[in-house]
């Protein structure tokens, strides 16, 4: 499998920037994806994630960290294989690396997969 994040750069603060994650070589309904970050001298963290399940009555869930919550949005085209992180009202402190993560669910349990990264740097 091969997971690519794309779209980081240099943003203002209050600005917007959307992340996307191209994966090949596996089935995305078969994996909760997840975007973290890590700024320099901090652990790396979860910023977001969305699961499929298509067998429930709600198809899907996001879970977000409280730091981002209402200004980040994760979305997924499991036809593209495709994962977005939409960034909205970006501060210095969102300031990092993300990664993006496959993490293996049902038939695809224990596998997980994880991209390069892209850096995200909010100036003021």
């Known amino acids: 499998a091969q997971v690519v994040e794309s779209g980081g750069g240099l943003v203002q603060v209050g600005g917007s920037l959307r992340l996307s994650c191209a994966v090949s070589g596996i089935n995305l309904n078969f994996y909760t994806m997840k975007w973290f970050r890590q700024a320099p001298g901090k652990e790396r963290e979860l910023v977001a994630s969305h699961t499929n399940a298509p067998y429930s009555s709600v198809p899907w869930m996001t879970n977000y960290a409280d730091s981002v919550k209402g200004r980040f949005t994760i979305s997924r085209d499991n036809h593209k294989s495709t994962v977005y992180l939409q960034m909205n009202s970006l501060k210095e402190d969102d300031t990092a690396t993300y990664y993006c993560?496959?993490?293996?669910?049902?038939?695809?349990?224990?596998?997980?997969?994880w991209g390069p990264g892209t850096q995200v740097t909010v100036s003021s």
């Open positions: 993560n496959a993490h293996g669910m049902r038939a695809a349990a224990g596998r997980d997969y």
